[in-house]
C-alpha cells in the first residue's frame, strides 16, 4: 500500500506594491552573496499576488509585520520581519534574506508552508497571528 503523496504546492500570497518593488530589487541585489535565499525570495516575489499598498489585509505578513508562527518541531515563535540592516536575532527581528524570512512574507493568518533551511533540511510553518508595526505606511489608512 502506498502513501498518499503530500501536497507541496505553495499558498497563495498577497505582497504590496511598495514591498514588491523593494524585495525585487533587494533579491536581484543579493543574488551574487546570497543565491539560494535572493533566488528563493524572488521565487516568492513572481508567484505573489501584488496589490497596492494600502489595500494589503491586516493578516497579512509584510515588511515589519510581527508574526507568530507554529513550527513542525510544535515551537511557536514570534518575529518581526524586517530588512537585513536591522536584523538582529537577539531582538527576534528575522531579515527576508533568510529561508524563514522569504517563506513568511506574504502569508496570512492561518497559512501553512514547507521551507528548506540552509543546511537543506525541510521544514514547515503555521502562522498564528500578524500584527502590523504601529507606524502605518503614508496613505494606508482610511480615509
Do not use: C
Request: glycine share 6%; hydrophobic share 40%; charged share 20%.
Amino acid at each position: 500500500m502506498t502513501q498518499p503523496k503530500k501536497n507541496h504546492r505553495k499558498p497563495k500570497i498577497v505582497v504590496g506594491d511598495v514591498d514588491y518593488k523593494r524585495l525585487t530589487d533587494l533579491a536581484a541585489a543579493a543574488q551574487e552573496r546570497f543565491p539560494e535565499v535572493a533566488e528563493e525570495l524572488q521565487s516568492e516575489m513572481d508567484r505573489a499576488h501584488v496589490v497596492q499598498a494600502g489595500t494589503v489585509p491586516a493578516k497579512v505578513v509584510q515588511m515589519g509585520s510581527t508574526v507568530e508562527f507554529r513550527s513542525d518541531s510544535a515551537q511557536q515563535r514570534r518575529v518581526t520581519l524586517v530588512f537585513p540592516g536591522e536584523a538582529d536575532i537577539a531582538e527576534n527581528r528575522i531579515s527576508i534574506l533568510t529561508p524563514i524570512g522569504a517563506a513568511l512574507i506574504g502569508l496570512s493568518t492561518g497559512q501553512s508552508i514547507t521551507w528548506t533551511a540552509l543546511n537543506g533540511r525541510q521544514h514547515a510553518l503555521t502562522v498564528v497571528s500578524v500584527e502590523q508595526p504601529a507606524l502605518a505606511v503614508p496613505g494606508s489608512l482610511p480615509g
